[in-house]
């Protein structure tokens, strides 16, 4: 289980390490990664699912569709989704490939594939990514979300996000995106802390706190 660590004492390493991600750290102010246990692996996942490839607005009515079919709890479960035909799946807006993908990640939660919020704490990050990757439709870069956003670790470089790669391009002035080799390469200097440096990349494509 990774050890904890201190915001604080992170971006102070970052300011220090890298003097233009400095700027965009004073910019943007205190990153709020951290431990979010909120629903479970299951909902997380299947609202990353639901979400993919499509704008914000429409995935969230889609997402939302599906979840008030389980009216009224409106939680997701596994057993309750493998007990749904595919057509109510599809007739709330799922295509073919995400009612199947959820599915299947229903079927591998029953099955102990997919941990609890508390085995996933214990477990390493390749070793979530490794795992969680059997599931269809579940990729490298929805695991390292759920590693960030959920399980607050500090030390991850997610090097196919668009999102990180325009804001490295910004921060750094270059011409072109970086490619995932040049990416990983400049920050082996943000260890163990790339997490938060990926935040402040996402952050450097917004207009800094107090801007109009």
Known sequence: MPPPF?????????RECDPRLAKV?????????????????????????????LAGKAAATIHGRVIAL??????L???????????????????????????DLARKTVE???PSWA??????????????TTVRGVGRWTVEMLLIFH??????????DYGVRKGFQRTYGKRALP????????????????????????RALEKPNGDA
């Open 179 to 202: 490619t995932p080799k040049q990416l990983t390469k400049h920050a082996e200097r943000w260890r163990p802390y790339r997490s938060i440096a990926s935040w402040y990349l996402w």
């Open 70 to 75: 389980y009216h009224p709890r409106r939680i």
């Open 151 to 160: 399980l607050g670790r500090p030390d991850v470089l997610p090097v196919s």
């Open 112 to 114: 102990g594939v997919v």
């Open 119 to 132: 085995a996933l704490r214990r477990m390493e990050d390749e070793e979530i990514i490794e795992r969680l």
């Open 77 to 103: 479960r596994p057993e309750d989704v493998l007990a749904t035909e595919d057509e109510r799946l599809r007739g709330a807006g799922l295509s073919r490939a995400k009612t199947a993908a959820i599915k």
């Open 6 to 14: 201190d915001l604080e004492d992170a971006t102070r390493a970052l």
């Open 25 to 53: 750290i004073v910019a943007h102010g205190p990153c709020p990664i951290g431990p979010n246990g909120a629903g479970t692996p299951f909902s997380a996942l299947a609202r990353s699912i639901a979400y993919q490839q």
